[in-house]
């Protein structure tokens, strides 16, 4: 097992998590929300956030896959799993691990909208900006990092790492 450096410790990650929750709560104050979590990755993010968040909500899950080796996002997105819930005038909160090249993000925002909800963000625990390939941003972010690839706190590398408490770098 190599060595893994802590980059955001735990403590950090519910801090952050406890912000946007209270600012997702604020912002759709009086109004219900469904949390779509982008599988697995953001399954941790999602149960965290999801009770900091103080409204009527409900969850679904999609899944996708990107063609390419571990480290490597070759841009190709396949729909693994539909959302289960027509998201039709829902205030839609799409919940991903990291937001990277943002190739799968600018994939799903198209697939969603297609559903015309009545309200579309996206709440991202990681944002590594200076890979970004699509315009696309989160409304939602938990922490900009350097471009090394992490690991922890349901992000993985060859579907290893995923219950770490903190997030890692990978050397
Ligand atoms: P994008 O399409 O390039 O934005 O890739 C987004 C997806 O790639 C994320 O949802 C993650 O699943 C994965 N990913 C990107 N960077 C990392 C990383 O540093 N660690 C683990 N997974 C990553
Ligand atoms: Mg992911």
Not at 65 to 85: F, H
Not at 119 to 134: P, T
Request: charged share 25%; proline share 4%.
């Amino acid at each position: 097992m190599p060595e893994l450096k802590v980059l955001i410790s735990r403590e950090q990650i519910a801090g952050r998590v406890a912000e946007l929750g209270r600012q997702i709560t604020t912002d759709f104050a009086g109004e219900s929300v469904v949390l779509v979590g982008v599988l697995k990755g953001a399954a941790i993010f999602l149960s965290d956030l999801s009770r900091q968040i103080h409204l009527d909500s409900t969850f679904d899950f999609i899944s996708v896959s990107s063609y390419g080796n571990a480290k490597q996002n070759s841009g190709e997105v396949k729909l693994m799993k539909d959302v289960d819930q027509s998201m039709e005038g829902r205030n839609l909160i799409l919940v991903e691990d990291i937001l990277d090249t943002g190739l799968t993000m600018s994939y799903l925002k198209k697939m969603m909208l297609a559903h015309h909800p009545k309200a579309f963000k996206i709440a991202a625990l990681l944002d590594k900006k200076c890979r970004r390939q699509q315009p696309i941003y989160a409304d939602y972010a938990g922490f900009e990092i350097p471009d090394e690839f992490v690991v922890g706190y349901g992000m993985d590398f060859d579907e290893r790492y995923r219950n770490l408490p903190d997030i890692c770098v990978v050397p």
